[in-house]
């Protein structure tokens, strides 16, 4: 059986990182790069792309060396992705986050809303009833990122957990400290607006988890398979036939409701769009 020899340049100065001799014709690019970290084990597999061209696509971990459009003399390219970090670790600090700063407004901790309004509690049923809403969608969430989800990548750049934070974590602050504001309004039409509005959060946050079970179940456990999702018994699924993703069409759905109960605007925030759809 003839062997390949592999030679890893970095694709911005060309210098040869790695040469790796008598490699198997059937090796995978992810067995490619355990065999690079040998020799540079600063740059741990996560953290590789390596393409047939300096500017051109990263290759798939399961590419298999003797099917790529090279001789037996192989030359790739290597770039550093940055310090990598788990998505179920980002998910999960994503959403921890917004979970405990809003029950930090809820409480009125002391010096947010001054002195005499500290751990007082709101006298309007319906900022009780956000707080219970609020909080059940990022518990729902951080249990779908442990025993839901299953992502087509496994890490993604460290850099990025500063950004989602940011954003997940400032609309948190920013909605609860009007709706837990002590001189917080209650909504303009009352007990009808709130019901109608909390009618609407249930049904697109039940539509959002029948999407994510539906998602789940395309994709074996440890696989990265994707397959185009189809309606299924469940009516919430029959969105699919109307959009690709709609488990963000009924995370816009939940927060339109959540906004129209509080009548708070910052409520209305879009979904994140950092996950992957399948």
Request: net charge positive.
């Amino acid at each position: 059986m003839k062997h390949y020899e592999v030679e890893i340049l970095d694709a911005k100065t060309r210098e040869k990182l790695c040469f790796l001799d008598k490699v198997e014709p059937q090796a995978t690019i992810a067995e490619i790069k355990n065999l690079f970290t040998k020799s540079h084990p600063q740059w741990y597999p996560a953290r590789q792309s390596l393409r047939l061209d300096p500017k051109g696509k990263s290759l798939k971990d399961e590419d298999v060396l003797q099917k790529l459009p090279v001789g037996t003399t192989a030359t790739l390219y290597f770039r550093d992705l940055g310090a990598q970090i788990s998505w179920v670790t980002v998910f999960l600090t994503e959403y921890a986050g917004p979970l405990f700063i809003y029950l930090l407004f809820y409480f009125r901790v002391p010096f947010i809303y001054g002195h005499r309004y500290d751990f007082t509690s709101s006298r309007h049923t319906v900022v009780h009833l956000a707080c219970i809403c609020h909080s059940f969608h990022y518990v729902k969430r951080l249990l779908e990122t442990l025993f839901v989800h299953r992502f087509s990548h496994g890490t993604m750049p460290l850099r990025n957990i500063f950004k989602n934070c940011t954003y997940y974590w400032g609309f948190a602050a920013w909605m609860a400290y009007y709706i837990n504001h002590p001189l917080y309004t209650p909504p303009t039409y009352g007990a009808q607006q709130v019901k109608l509005a909390l009618a609407i959060f249930v049904i697109c946050q039940l539509g959002n988890f029948s999407i994510h079970m539906a998602l789940r179940d395309l994709r074996p456990a440890g696989s990265k398979t994707r397959k185009i999702p189809y309606p299924t018994k469940n009516p919430f699924t029959w969105l699919f036939l109307l959009v690709s993703c709609p488990n963000y069409t009924y995370e816009v759905g939940s927060w339109i409701g959540f906004a129209i109960m509080t009548q708070c605007l910052p409520g209305e925030r879009l979904p994140s769009l950092s996950g992957p759809c399948l």
